[in-house]
């Protein structure tokens, strides 16, 4: 009866289910997996150390060299050059050998003596007047690759003194030469002189600067001596630094004006990937345009070979050299853009207007928006010339267009589509606390800007047909009209700008919603957009935020129409309440999450079920239905209470969803995409794979991210498929076109009218009364003072028991048909007929209300009647 034997025998049981056999097989890979990842993490630190010690030794030897040649050449040429003559510069002389070898800006004799290197080269070429003799003697041919390359270093050498010793150069940075010789002066003033466009190696130098990535030193150089330039009067006096700018934007410009004239030429070249709609590629059915027939485009080896020469480092580089001397951030808004300016502006803008419709977006888009500062130097210059109403003045600097048509289209031309890309993988956080890419402040006045060219070019000035959805091959056969092209191609881009600013207001409000409607919207216009292919319609379609929302919802009241199974426009029903009370039910049921076809955000938002499946067979059928259904109450003019995400409704859209639109879906997930995003450490240490789990109804299963893995076929096809079909039921009333006259955020308000409850006041405003009453009555007093006292709920469950919908309609109760009335109930003010609930008759939008004695009475009462839930019993 007492227990015995060893109890270290005992059997042990794993809880989780697993054998002893597979405990120790798992220990065993976990083991393995351990001793593997350390000695990796042993070879990389012995790999790094290598690597580290081959370095330190290489570079020991080169300083080595270095102190012996520097001190060999102050032995032989001076502490100050004062043993150099004009022999020094010749290609067999070891002085600009050797000093070009040694120098280092860090160090002060070797500063001074590239200082009065140029200061002996200014003094030998005046002498002269001939300094292509002084640096390659008498045939410049037999050494001029000697030559060339003596001369790029010494341009750059010049640059990078002053850039490196900025801070200590401060009060020179913007003299002029006339004023002094000061090392600043002396230094910008060789790299003039080697320059200049006449001599034989002057290209070459530009373009080994610009390998050298030469114009950020100028950007930093131009930032350091900004400020203090103000304090000097140099009005009307050009400063060495400004020089050198000038003769190195000239080259830049004139290379840009060639090669946007030969681009021009060409016919657009074919994404590598998906198309973009912003490219206009041409479809093969669209070929013919009039009589013409349009070549399908270039041999595609030549396409290869003209997009890798214009890839993403020349793209930087050019932009660098074209904006090098402007600065994004500093100086007033209130200063005119200056000449030169304006010239190097008009000449990037050109050249990246064309790029944009000849290259496929991905060679050119991601470069000009992260590794360029294409979007703030763009922004500043467009922000004077709007604030200085400068815009008619640019027009003859920029020689691309004709001197008549509006300053701001090319900017807006490259820009808007640069910018929308960055706003793309822009955070909330980025966009309306750290105010990236750009302040609030200066998006306000973009969306004026944006707001006033798109009503010039598709109201006020017209030139393009008023069909703004051209065809491909239409927008191609423009390509022989610059100024239409171009017209074509900003109200296009501001308008998807503005649209997609404008989804950012909605998330955050920034900006008065008004500030995105056109000036001119009238009563004329108005009556325009209610006709069939007139330019209003048009406007109406592809730029609705110009107009206001109250008065499209009035023109979507008139317009759409339903076609029944025998093709006959069917007239609109008013009233019905009966078909109100239906349609509000099932939508109700069918929308509920515990249906199994919708799911809810965090936020209680709905969007499609991804194990709808699970749930019922025939679900494509049913949300197809449910399509139907929606679009049937938005044609009727029924608001149903459904709040459905956002990135649902853009699907209703047809639009595709971007960064921002994720935490409407899972806040979670994007809070960790976002710490990935902003991660500066090796992402490797955090062990992430692209592999995540699913679980629906209890079924837990790991799916692939990887292209062509399980959950592209499970979870991203399966909610496009439903919502694909949902789609298809709602546009068989409702034409897309009609939907894109309202964002999200105005589709939920026209599906669910607003969260705010209705204006009691309004309503009183707009009731009628029969049976005796009036809207002085004691009792009609007393029912205006108690529903006004009604929580939000208890007033929509009121509005729900006399029309037979929740919310009013959208635009006020003066558009409700009928109008609410009160009617005083049938019989006698005896005790019984006191007892008696209201009742209501929602096909007539009416409330049949006894004459209560107080207010008390009355309130017991109505609340009675409208939480009974009785439906149709009471009325």
């Known amino acids: 009866m007492f227990f015995s034997g060893d109890s270290s025998a005992r059997k042990r049981v794993d809880l989780g289910g697993r054998s002893s056999k597979e405990r120790d097989r798992q220990k065993l890979l976990e083991q393995t997996r351990l001793e593997r990842n350390r000695r990796h993490w042993v070879r ?31 032995m032989t040429y001076g502490k100050h050059c004062q043993h150099v003559d004009r022999r020094c510069f010749r290609p067999d002389s070891d002085f600009l050998r050797q000093l070009l070898f040694f120098f280092n800006p860090r160090n002060h004799a070797d500063f001074s003596a590239l200082v009065e290197t140029c200061r002996l080269l200014q003094q030998f070429v005046r002498e002269s007047g001939d300094i292509l003799s002084l640096f390659a003697g008498i045939d410049y041919s037999s050494s001029s690759a000697l030559v060339d390359y003596r001369m790029k270093q010494l341009a750059y050498s010049c640059i ?37 466009p006449r001599l034989p190696w002057s290209c070459k130098i530009v373009g080994y600067l610009l390998q050298r990535n030469t114009y950020n030193l100028f950007r930093e150089i131009i930032l350091t001596g900004k400020e203090r330039t ?91 050299v074209l904006f090098g001397g402007i600065s994004p951030v500093n100086g007033s808004h209130k200063e005119r853009p200056h000449g030169e300016e304006v010239v190097a502006v008009g000449a990037a803008c050109a050249f990246l207007h064309v790029t944009l419709n000849i290259l496929p977006l991905e060679h050119t888009m991601t470069v000009l928006a992260y590794r360029t500062e294409l979007v703030p130097v763009l922004w500043k210059f467009m922000k004077q010339c709007h604030e200085n109403q400068k815009w008619s003045a640019l027009s003859g600097h920029l020689t691309y267009l004709p001197a008549d048509a509006p300053g701001w289209l090319l900017p807006l031309s490259v820009f808007c589509p640069v910018y929308k890309h960055m706003l793309t993988i822009v955070d909330n956080e980025e966009f309306y606390e750290q105010e990236k890419p750009l302040s609030l402040k200066d998006i306000k006045c973009l969306i004026v800007i944006l707001r006033q060219a798109l009503w010039q070019l598709l109201w006020v000035n017209p030139v393009a047909s008023p069909n703004l959805s051209k065809s491909n091959a239409d927008v191609f056969s423009l390509k022989g009209h610059p100024l239409e092209f171009i017209q074509h191609r900003v109200s296009t ?112 938002l ?81 062990e992430l794979y692209f592999v995540i789990e699913n679980n629906e ?21 399966t909610i496009r498929q439903q919502s694909s079909y949902f789609l298809r039921g709602f546009q068989q009333l409702i034409q897309k076109d009609w939907i894109d006259m309202f964002n999200e955020h105005e589709l939920q308000l026209l599906i669910a009218g607003s969260m705010e409850g209705f204006d009691v006041k309004d309503l009183r405003a707009h009731t009628n009364y029969a049976g005796g009453y009036h809207s002085d009555h004691y009792v009609i007093d007393m029912f205006w003072a108690v529903l006004s006292n009604f929580s939000r709920e208890n007033q929509m469950k009121f509005l729900k028991f006399v029309t037979g919908c929740s919310r009013g309609p959208l635009l006020g109760f003066r558009y409700l048909e009928p109008l609410f009335c009160i009617q005083r109930a049938a019989g006698n003010a005896s005790e019984e007929a006191l007892d008696r609930l209201p009742t209501s008759a929602t096909c007539m939008n009416l409330l049949k209300l006894p004459p209560y004695r107080s207010k008390e009475q009355l309130e017991q009462k109505l609340l009675y009647a409208i939480n009974a839930d009785a439906g149709f019993d009471l009325s």
């Open 606 to 686: 709905l969007y499609p079920n991804p194990g709808s499946l699970m749930v019922h067979e025939q679900h494509l059928q049913y949300f197809h239905f449910l399509g139907t259904v929606l679009a049937k109450a938005m044609f009727e003019g029924i608001l149903v209470d459904i709040p459905f995400a956002t990135f649902f409704l853009s699907k209703l859209k047809q639009k595709y969803n971007y960064l921002n639109d994720l935490p409407s879906l899972d806040p979670e997930l994007y809070r960790h995409l976002i710490f990935l995003k902003r991660y500066e450490g090796d992402i490797a240490e955090l």
């Open 44 to 74: 990389s630190q012995n790999s790094a150390a290598i690597k580290i010690q081959k370095c330190f030794r290489g570079r020991k030897a080169v300083e080595a060299e270095h102190l012996r040649v520097r001190g060999q050449f102050f």
């Open 697 to 717: 109804y209890g079924e837990q299963t790991e799916e692939e991210l990887l292209p062509g893995g399980k959950s592209t076929r499970v979870t991203n096809e």
């Open 230 to 320: 103000r304090l000097q009067d140099s009005v009307g006096k050009i400063s060495s630094l400004e020089s050198v700018l000038a003769l190195l934007i000239s080259h830049a410009i004139d290379f840009a004006a060639v090669a946007t004239f030969l681009l021009e030429a060409l016919p657009p070249i074919q994404a590598s990937n998906r198309e973009s709609k912003e490219n206009f590629l041409v479809d093969e059915d669209e070929m013919m345009v009039g009589d013409e027939e349009i070549d399908k485009g270039l041999n595609r080896d030549l396409e290869l070979q003209i997009s890798n020469a214009i890839d993403a480092r020349f793209l930087l580089q050019l932009t660098s």
């Open 160 to 196: 990078w003194a002053v850039h490196h010793n900025r801070n200590q150069l401060l009060d020179q940075l913007f003299l002029t030469s006339h004023k002094s010789s000061t090392p600043t002066i002396l230094l910008l003033e060789a790299v003039v002189m080697l320059i200049d």
């Open 493 to 604: 881009v501001a308008s998807d700008l503005l649209s997609q600013l404008q989804d950012w207001n909605n998330r955050r409000q920034f900006t008065p919603p008004s500030d995105f409607h056109a000036d001119g919207v009238n009563d004329h216009f108005i009556s325009q957009a209610m006709m069939e292919n007139s330019r209003a319609h048009e406007i109406l379609q592809h730029a609705p935020f110009l107009v206001p929302f109250t008065s499209r919802v009035k023109i979507f009241a008139i317009r759409v129409t339903f076609v029944n199974e025998f093709g006959v426009e069917e007239a609109g029903i008013d009233g019905g309440g009966i078909f109100k009370d239906f349609m509000e039910n099932i939508t109700r049921a069918a929308f509920d999450v515990q249906y199994g076809l919708f799911k809810e955000t965090a936020d209680h």
